[in-house]
């Protein structure tokens, strides 16, 4: 019996690495329409379901009705220090956000096709996009990394810092939403709250607190219209929880009953723009 050739074993592997499977020798990784398993632990396990998503409009209505799908859109990515310009991540108030959505996580059930709108999306630092095709680079879904060849650098390239459009897994882990490490899930009585009308001299973002008592350590993730806002005070976050208005609170130490405040500086909103009742907020969080 024949066996395969050192160079397309390497290939093989290369794409299992990747968490995809070879069809034809000269495939892009890109190209490949099915998933390549992985051994995992029990808190890795993804315990909610996600919907088949086609396209992005699919997807994208996905993450506005599932707390389990957080939609980014051209958020700006970071530099893994000693990678030459070679890795990058996202990092959202010092949390390493992933694991990102891999279009053959949720294979159609009949055709095993994957959902094409998960694909991520790769921007220069302008905003033009980067296609599947332009230069050197692949994703690691499950690790959250956008991987460039060495030559094939945002630097190299000229796309200043590069950014992302990606969705997100936040729902619970584990089999059948038990328990890890003593913890539980995200709460989900913070999910699809109306917001209210803000402006420099009235900055309450919304009449509902946080109803759950976040795990001490666990951010509170704040969610308008399905996108993702910079949680904390200074002239460089959107929003912060405060009990009252006046005590603002650092990530990781909401607590029950805390309200979200909309940031200001000098009276404009830090975040260009001002609330009102038909936008959407949700909180994240993990509960005990």
């Known amino acids: 019996?024949?066996?395969?050739?050192?160079?397309?074993?390497?290939?093989?592997?290369?794409?299992?690495?990747?968490?995809?499977?070879?069809?034809?020798?000269?495939?892009?990784?890109?190209?490949?329409?099915?998933?390549?398993?992985?051994?995992?632990?029990?808190?890795?396990?993804?315990?909610?379901?996600?919907?088949?998503?086609?396209?992005?409009?699919?997807?994208?209505?996905?993450?506005?009705?599932?707390?389990?799908?957080?939609?980014?859109?051209?958020?700006?990515?970071?530099?893994?220090?000693?990678?030459?310009?070679?890795?990058?991540?996202?990092?959202?108030?010092?949390?390493?956000?992933?694991?990102?959505?891999?279009?053959?996580?949720?294979?159609?059930?009949?055709?095993?096709?994957?959902?094409?709108?998960?694909?991520?999306?790769?921007?220069?630092?302008?905003?033009s996009p980067v296609y599947l095709t332009d230069g050197a680079w692949v994703v690691d879904y499950y690790g959250g990394i956008i991987r460039f060849a060495p030559g094939y650098t945002p630097t190299d390239l000229g796309y200043g810092t590069p950014k992302v459009s990606m969705f997100v897994y936040t729902g619970n882990f584990g089999a059948s939403g038990s328990t890890i490490g003593g913890f539980s899930k995200v709460s989900l009585n913070n999910n699809y709250m109306s917001s209210r009308e803000t402006n420099s001299g009235d900055t309450l973002a919304c009449i509902i607190p946080i109803l759950s008592e976040p795990i001490l350590g666990s951010k509170v993730r704040v969610l308008l219209n399905g996108v993702e806002l910079r949680v904390g005070s200074g002239s460089t976050f959107d929003c912060y929880f405060s009990p009252d208005g006046n005590i603002i609170r650092s990530p990781g130490t909401e607590q029950t009953n805390d309200y979200l405040y909309w940031n200001y500086d000098n009276g404009t909103p830090v975040a260009k723009y001002e609330l009102d009742s038909l936008d959407i907020l949700t909180f994240n969080y993990l509960i005990k």
């Open 1 to 127: 019996m024949a066996d395969f050739s050192s160079g397309l074993k390497t290939i093989i592997g290369y794409f299992h690495s990747l968490g995809k499977i070879l069809t034809e020798a000269t495939q892009n990784v890109y190209e490949s329409r099915f998933k390549s398993s992985h051994n995992v632990r029990l808190g890795e396990i993804w315990s909610d379901s996600i919907a088949f998503a086609p396209d992005f409009t699919s997807a994208y209505n996905e993450s506005l009705t599932n707390p389990s799908v957080t939609y980014y859109n051209q958020v700006t990515l970071t530099q893994i220090a000693g990678s030459n310009g070679q890795t990058w991540y996202f990092d959202s108030g010092g949390t390493f956000v992933r694991p990102w959505i891999s279009p053959v996580d949720v294979p159609n059930t009949v055709s095993n096709l994957p959902s094409d709108g998960y694909q991520v999306q790769l921007f220069k630092n302008d905003g």
